[in-house]
């Protein structure tokens, strides 16, 4: 059996909130652009920033060097789709090095559309685990779901990442009520057969999306457990990688079951991440708009990591205690999720 990562202990670091909390990790939304346009994290026409507002490769490297050198210990890149961000691997190839001085796992959030012809290069890099998402197993509904995305594509990258070496690979599910809940089983199946975790992911309240009501589309992770549980015996476990889910085992296999509940068990109180969003806003909460302007420091004063330290410091000062997500809209978040790194 394979012996699961454990969450990276983390380093001395000044990054502490007003809560006592810890923040070691750090997600990078490194493009708001993507291939896809997921109906819960899209609206079917989306207006993409500017080139000039998105941070450069070489600022986004800088960041991972000063947050490595605060304690960060864990990197994930995400988006929008970061695979499909021209010269990418070059990043990867810069934040990989950063391991040498301290950065314990360096990860990757990916729709998986790429990872066919990139899987052995981000090998080579130094990501260490891969998170893709996939919501359904059939074509057709892929394609409603993805508005823009070909199921096969993405079956065959899980493959090219498999045989890069990847141990570990978790797929990530948005259940969404009248879409995908009725393959909540057939999800669980695949993952266990292939020898991936999979999480189920509550949908959030971010950005307008035409698709869908949200409240109607909600599908609780108890309602997932319920499902699974008429299949599957799930042995609950105090297993961590580091982020919001909590796992499962399905005795006698390899896979974790793992459910991100924002709705139904709020996760805040053990939060030990911050984002920057493709513009370089600094997040300190994935579900409020308590930010810092990073993107500013870097351009009013390049080269000054000094600079760029303090006003990551000071940030933590206003990382708030957690999100208060409400069913209907009232505090939708108005930023979508490509911006702000999932
Ligand atoms: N494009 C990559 C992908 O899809 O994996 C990375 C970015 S995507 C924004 C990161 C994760 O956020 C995905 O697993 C996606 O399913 C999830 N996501 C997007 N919008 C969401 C929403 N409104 N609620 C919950 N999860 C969402
Ligand atoms: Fe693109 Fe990921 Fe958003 Fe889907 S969830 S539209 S793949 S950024």
Redesign the pocket.
């Known amino acids: 059996m394979q012996v699961p990562p454990r969450e990276s202990k983390p380093a001395a670091t000044p990054l502490i909130d007003r809560f006592g909390r810890r923040v070691h990790y750090v997600r990078f ?1 490194v493009t708001d652009r ?1 291939d ?1 346009r ?1 109906v ?2 899209m609206s079917e026409r989306m207006t993409f920033l500017p080139r000039a507002r998105v941070l450069t490769l070489e600022e986004l490297a800088m960041l991972g060097r000063t947050f490595v050198e605060l304690g960060a210990s864990k990197i994930r890149v ?5 695979l499909v961000r021209r010269n990418i691997l070059w990043l990867f190839q810069e934040l990989g090095q950063l391991r040498e001085r301290g950065l314990a796992e360096l990860v990757l ?4 559309s790429q990872l066919e012809r990139m899987a052995a290069d981000l090998k080579a890099a130094g990501v260490a685990r891969i ?3 996939l ?1 359904t197993l059939d074509p057709a509904r892929f394609r409603r779901m993805t508005r823009a995305g070909e199921l096969d594509a993405v079956l065959r990258g899980i493959r090219a990442a498999r045989a890069a070496g990847f141990q570990r690979l978790k797929l ?3 259940i969404l009520k009248g879409r995908n809940h009725d393959e909540v089983t057939s999800l669980a199946r695949f993952a266990i057969e292939n020898g991936l975790d999979i999480s189920y ?7 307008a ?1 035409n698709d869908h009501d949200r409240t109607e589309a909600y599908y609780s992770s108890d309602a997932i457990r319920a499902d699974l549980e008429g299949v599957f015996v799930l042995a609950p476990t105090t297993e961590s990688t580091g982020g919001p889910a909590r796992y499962y085992r399905v005795p006698g296999t390899d896979s974790r079951i793992g459910f ?1 509940s ?1 709705h139904s068990h709020n996760f805040c109180d053990a939060c030990n991440r911050v984002r920057v969003s493709a513009e370089g806003r600094l997040l300190l909460c994935l579900g409020q708009e308590h930010s810092v302007d990073l993107r500013h420091v870097l351009r009013a004063h390049p080269g000054d990591r000094e600079r760029l330290k303090q006003a990551i410091v000071a940030a933590m000062a206003i990382k708030p205690r957690g999100h208060d997500f409400l069913l209907g809209g009232q505090t939708a978040i108005p930023r ?3 911006h ?3």
């Open positions: 939304s993507c896809f997921c819960y994290c995400t988006g929008g789709e970061p959030t990916t729709n998986g998170n893709i998402s919501d990530n599910a948005v992911i509550e949908e959030m309240p971010f950005g999306i991100i924002p979508h999720m490509n702000t790194g999932g």
